[in-house]
Nanobody
Framework: VQLQASGGGLVQPGGSLRLTCAGS????????MSWFRQVPGKGPEWVSG????????DYADSVKGRFTISRDDAKNTLSLQMNSLKPEDTAAYYC?????????????????????RGQGTQVTVSS
C-alpha cells in the first residue's frame, strides 16, 4: 500500500486549498479512507473520513461546514477541499487507509486503526 498526499501550501486566512491523496498497491475502493493532521509536539488529529462507496462521510467538529471529503475510486484518489481556512488549521495533513473487513465495520476516527498511512503535505494558514 502506498499513499501520497499533495496540494498543501501557504494560504491566507479565509483562503482555500484542495488536498489530494493518490493510492496504489491496493484495491482502493475496498478501503475506508481518512485524513489526519498533526502539528509538532501534538498527537494526530482525525479531520475527516469517507467509507467505501462514499456511503458515509464524517467530519471533525472543528472543520464541519468548511471542509469536504470525496473519493474517486476509478482514479484511486482521495480529496479534501478546504475552504475558509483558519490559522488553527495549520498542520501536516496525511491520508490513511483501512480495509473494510465487515459490513458492520464503522468508519473509524482512530489513527491506530488505520494500518496504512502516507506522508504528509504541509498546510500553513498565515497572513
Amino acid at each position: 500500500v502506498q499513499l501520497q498526499a499533495s496540494g498543501g501550501g501557504l494560504v491566507q486566512p479565509g483562503g482555500s486549498l484542495r488536498l489530494t491523496c493518490a493510492g496504489s498497491g491496493f484495491i482502493f475502493g475496498s478501503y475506508d479512507m481518512s485524513w489526519f493532521r498533526q502539528v509538532p509536539g501534538k498527537g494526530p488529529e482525525w479531520v475527516s473520513g469517507i467509507s467505501i462507496g462514499s456511503r458515509q462521510r464524517d467530519y471533525a467538529d472543528s472543520v464541519k461546514g468548511r471542509f469536504t471529503i470525496s473519493r474517486d475510486d476509478a482514479k484511486n484518489t482521495l480529496s479534501l477541499q478546504m475552504n475558509s481556512l483558519k490559522p488553527e488549521d495549520t498542520a501536516a495533513y496525511y491520508c490513511a487507509a483501512r480495509p473494510r473487513r465487515s459490513v458492520f465495520q464503522v468508519l473509524s476516527h482512530q489513527e491506530d486503526e488505520y494500518p496504512d498511512r502516507g506522508q504528509g503535505t504541509q498546510v500553513t494558514v498565515s497572513s
